[in-house]
Nanobody, 127 residues
Framework: QVHLEESGGGSVQAGGSLRLSCAVS????????MAWFRQAPGKEREGVAN???????NYAESVKGRFTISKDNAENTLYLQMNSLKREDTAMYYC?????????????????????WGQGTQVTVSA
């Protein structure tokens, strides 16, 4: 049973930065895909970025060049560095895990593949 706990959300002005953290525990699988999702009010949950067990990373087109996903294996922590934030980045951000290789970001039902979720952390970007 994988346990995930996010932190680091908050309010920031457009153009600013935030770093989200996700503490990961209780997993033993050597193959694990870690990911960040977000969900804005009235919208479906969408994949933001993922980090595969071989170190490969993938990003949604909307965040490429602005967000960076990384993982500290020693600290068992997943990060999402968000720079040049826009109002449309406002959402609840979730950390998720899947005990297999990462599915393609283009998978239209990506979030359904993931079985482990954190409680979410709110990110609000104002003008």
């Amino acid at each position: 049973q994988v346990h995930l706990e996010e932190s680091g959300g908050g309010s920031v002005q457009a153009g600013g930065s935030l770093r989200l953290s996700c503490a990961v525990s209780r997993y033993t699988s050597t193959s694990i895909c870690m990911a960040w999702f977000r969900q804005a009010p009235g919208k479906e949950r969408e994949g933001v970025a993922n980090f595969d067990s071989d170190g490969r990373t993938n990003y949604a087109e909307s965040v490429k060049g602005r967000f960076t996903i990384s993982k500290d294996n020693a600290e068992n922590t997943l990060y999402l560095q968000m720079n040049s934030l826009k109002r449309e980045d406002t959402a609840m951000y979730y950390c998720a895990a899947l005990t297999m290789s990462c599915p393609p970001m283009s998978d239209p039902r990506l979030y359904i593949r993931f079985g482990y979720w954190g409680q979410g952390t709110q990110v609000t970007v104002s003008a």
